[in-house]
């Protein structure tokens, strides 16, 4: 799935409601859209594939790590460092001047983790300046969404849906994606372990 994609499709969600006609499809793409847009919000991560690389600026956390957004392949991957301060990323790493984490793509047990940390080996340290003086060139997000959060998508998708059931329901969804996601513990149970301060705690 691209980025800005839902994490199910309306056809999922349907066989999960035994919807069998098309009468609601438009509702259904909504409600999935809120339900995506609302575990994002939660967890702070983007889960589906940028498709093609691209740069992003960064704060290091110190002089030896840096914190980045999920990129799940080294193709197409150029970290380089702003050296002077002055807003040109002058200097372009080697791969033996870093390493990438989580280590074995493993974190917590769980297996298939993008890399979000950069860790200084080498001679080359990240500098900290006022400006972000690392640029990173990657392929942004997951190589598949977890199912975890496919499961927890197509859960909320379903409490979403259903608000317009409900005496205010037929407004809109509006910001229930990120307060249902908050409220719905079979959701928060699924996502729990993909929350960013969560999963870096650790």
């Known amino acids: 799935m691209a980025i800005g994609d839902s994490y199910a499709t309306t056809a999922e969600l349907k066989t999960r409601l035994r919807i069998t ?20 919000h939660v967890t702070g991560r983007q889960f589906n594939d940028a498709g093609s690389a691209s740069a992003r600026v960064f704060y290091p956390d110190d002089d030896e790590v840096a914190t980045v957004d999920d990129f799940h392949t080294t193709t197409g991957l150029v970290i380089a460092t702003d050296t002077t301060d002055d807003g040109t990323y002058d200097t372009t790493w080697t791969s033996s001047d870093y390493q990438l984490e989580p280590l074995n793509g493993v974190r917590n047990g769980r297996t298939g983790w993008p890399y979000c940390v950069i860790r200084a080996v080498e001679s080359l340290y990240f500098p900290c300046a006022r400006r972000a003086t690392l640029q990173v060139t990657a392929r942004w997000g997951w190589s598949a ?57 650790s």
């Open 21 to 40: 006609d098309d009468t609601y499809d438009t509702q259904l793409g909504e409600a999935l859209s809120t339900a995506t847009l609302g575990i994002e």
């Open 145 to 201: 969404v977890p199912a975890p959060v496919k499961e927890a998508t197509l859960i909320l998708a379903e409490d979403i849906y259903k608000l317009r059931d409900t005496p205010f329901g037929a407004g809109g969804f509006g910001e229930f994606g990120r307060i249902r996601a908050r409220e719905n513990p079979h959701v928060m149970t699924r996502i729990g372990p993909y929350v960013v301060d969560d999963a870096l705690a």
